[in-house]
């Protein structure tokens, strides 16, 4: 999931205007301080994004998490896959499968008033 990750940042921090640094070490900021104060701000959109595109299919997988850690690790997605396959227990695979899509869209949710805030705020 790397790629996920890095790709959102990596664009993020291309548009990014170099002499907002420049800026920020002339008024007396080291360079982590401008870093810390001037990069990490603007990039939180890109990190915001890559966190999503890294969580949303980490959260769901089961193939992955069964091959490395064996049968007795407990992910979601495995025990999802075990009510509604294995043992054929609908109801149960039903309430699992909302727990999952609670635990995905509440983050998308929170995301897009993030965005919305941002933009009516005119950054």
Not at 55 to 72: C, Q, R, W, Y
Not at 74 to 85: D, H
Request: charged content about 15%.
């Amino acid at each position: 999931y790397l790629p996920f990750m890095v790709l959102p940042l990596y664009a993020t921090l291309a548009k990014m205007d170099e002499s907002l640094l420049e800026a920020a070490q002339d008024l007396g900021c080291t360079r982590f301080a401008a870093f810390w104060l001037v990069t990490i701000p603007l990039s939180i959109p890109g990190i915001i994004a890559g966190s999503m595109l890294v969580f949303i299919p980490a959260v769901g997988e089961f193939v992955v998490p069964d091959l490395l850690g064996g049968s007795e690790t407990l992910m979601i997605g495995r025990t999802l896959w075990t009510e509604f396959f294995g043992n054929r227990d609908w109801p149960v695979a039903s309430a699992v499968a909302i727990i999952l899509l609670l635990v995905l869209v509440v983050p998308i949710v929170l995301f897009q008033r993030h965005q919305d805030r941002a933009q009516e705020a005119g950054r």
